[in-house]
């Protein structure tokens, strides 16, 4: 890490549990100072944690002052929290598909939004989106979650346009399997099956898509913008 990162303020949603978590933990590693809008649970040593739910902007709004007032601008924005309501098309209601796009797409615009204000101030910023492999790929019965995994990619080409004459980039970053607590309650059946596409061969961990958003974050990755970077073990490739 270099000097001009040290002691940054970096926000990670959703901080409390999953690849939010190691994202979290990552950089609290690193030095800088971490905090988290979440809705429930406990938080990785460390971690400025807010009370906060990313489908309301009034909660958003209040979360990014009280980081503020305690830590400072926050320099880094990770936006980490997302569900999931599978449903077949067919099945997929309204509220399904909604719900998801509020959390996933609109929440994200809802954070990117009230972060952007400092990042202006301050000539500069990164941002830093956690799509998925499925919003390029597709994904049977995942269409309002594709929809909204693909929608961050237009956000970040569309903030990059907006605002990269202003040292702010805009990222994406598209995991593919990562081995948590959904994966690997799954039969073993169908883990074989899952990985049998990987080209990798493997699930990755949580580590491995934080290194990527860390990378994103640094001094060395400052002329990137607008990238989809993929880490799903060659899952994708392009897609
Ligand atoms: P988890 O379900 O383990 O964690 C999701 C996090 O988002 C939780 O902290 C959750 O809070 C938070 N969250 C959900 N809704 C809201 C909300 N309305 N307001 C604030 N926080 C909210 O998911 P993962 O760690 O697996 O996934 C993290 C991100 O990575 C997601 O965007 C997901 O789509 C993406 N992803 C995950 C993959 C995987 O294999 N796991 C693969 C590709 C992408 P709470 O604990 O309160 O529910």
Redesign the pocket.
């Known amino acids: 890490m270099t000097e001009t990162q040290a002691g940054r303020v970096v926000l990670v949603?959703?901080?409390?549990?999953?690849?939010?978590r190691a994202i979290a933990e990552s950089f609290v590693a690193a030095g800088d100072r971490v905090a988290t809008?979440?809705?429930?649970?406990d938080l990785p040593e460390g971690v400025f944690g807010v009370v906060?739910?990313?489908?309301s902007s009034e909660a958003v709004d209040e979360a990014f002052t009280t980081i503020e007032k305690e830590l400072g601008p926050v320099n880094v924005l990770v936006a980490?929290?997302?569900?999931?309501r599978d449903q077949l098309l067919m099945r997929m209601t309204d509220d399904e598909f909604e719900q998801v796009i509020d959390?996933?797409l609109t929440?994200t615009f809802r954070c990117v939004r009230r972060a952007s204000k400092a990042m202006i101030k301050a000539r500069g910023g990164r941002i830093i989106m956690?799509?998925?492999?499925v919003g390029l790929y597709g994904g049977p019965g995942q269409v309002n979650y594709a929809a909204s995994?693909a929608g961050l990619v237009g956000m970040a080409r569309s903030i990059t346009r907006e605002l990269g004459g202003r040292g702010i980039t805009a990222n994406v970053v598209a995991?593919?399997?990562?081995e948590?607590a959904?994966?690997d309650a799954l039969p073993e059946e169908t883990q074989k099956k899952y990985k049998a596409t990987i080209p990798a061969g493997r699930f990755a961990q949580s580590h491995e898509v934080a290194a990527a958003v860390r990378f994103l974050a640094s001094d060395e990755a400052s002329y990137i913008s607008g990238a989809v970077i993929p880490v799903d073990g060659g899952l994708g490739m392009g897609h």
């Open positions: 949603t959703g901080a409390n549990r999953g690849i939010g809008i979440y809705r429930s649970g906060g739910d990313v489908t980490n929290a997302g569900i999931t959390v996933n929440g956690i799509s998925s492999v995994k995991p593919g399997f990562i948590t959904m994966t």
